[in-house]
């Protein structure tokens, strides 16, 4: 999906399809130097990672697996509930593993650090996490984040894995959704 589908909806570009390769492959770097002869499990968080994990796995030169999870701690509206629930869990036995969960956005921070514990407690040699966008004036709870893209405005974005009522996850930007988009819902 291109910027002139949805150019009515967005605000804004906030992050161009160029940046995010880009940003990808340096944070590949790094995980490349920091995790190198090890074997190491990424773990998608379902939906909003897929792009996100996709273009990181591929970016990467060392061997790798891949396992996904799907996790709610959303209510009925779009207000975090507190209680987060597993959608969908991994296949892969985490014992004596190096995992880095791949995220696409941090806000509260609430739902990661769950996971992050969660995770930590299946025997797992460590837990690190990977987020492409982190909105530090969302963050309820401070999480140790190892590899962060962009850190970026507490305004609704998508594009890139990132929705609103499932739409948008195919374009190309971040984009930044008018408030008229959300607030007639």
């Known amino acids: 999906m291109e910027h002139s589908d949805i150019a009515d909806d967005l605000e804004s ?3 161009t399809e160029q940046e995010i ?3 990808i492959a340096e ?6 130097a920091d995790y190198a ?3 190491l499990l990424l773990v998608g968080v379902l939906r909003g990672a897929v792009m996100v994990m996709a273009d990181l796995a591929r ?3 060392l061997p790798i697996e891949m396992d996904w999870m799907a996790v709610s701690s ?3 509206g779009t207000q975090s509930s507190g209680v987060v629930r597993i959608l969908k869990d991994l296949d892969t036995d985490l014992h004596g593993r190096k995992v880095l969960i791949v995220e696409d956005i941090i806000d509260s921070g609430l739902t990661l650090s769950w996971l992050r514990a969660n995770l930590g407690t299946r ?3 460590s837990v690190e996490i990977c987020a492409l966008l982190r909105k530090p004036a969302a963050a309820k709870l401070a999480v140790d ?3 962060v893209g962009f850190e970026i405005p507490n305004a609704f974005v998508v594009g890139y894995g990132l929705d609103y009522a499932e739409k948008y996850r195919n374009y190309r930007d971040i984009g930044i959704l008018a408030p008229h988009v959300y607030s007639s819902q």
């Not at 944070?27 to 490349?32: D, N, P, Q, S, Y």
């Open 37 to 39: 002869g090890e074997r």
């Open 59 to 61: 970016e990467l030169s």
């Open 145 to 147: 984040v190892r590899y």
């Open 123 to 125: 025997g797992a040699d």
């Open 27 to 32: 944070l590949a770097r790094r995980i490349e």
């Open 13 to 15: 570009v906030l992050i």
């Open 74 to 76: 959303y209510g009925s």
């Open 21 to 23: 390769r880009d940003k």
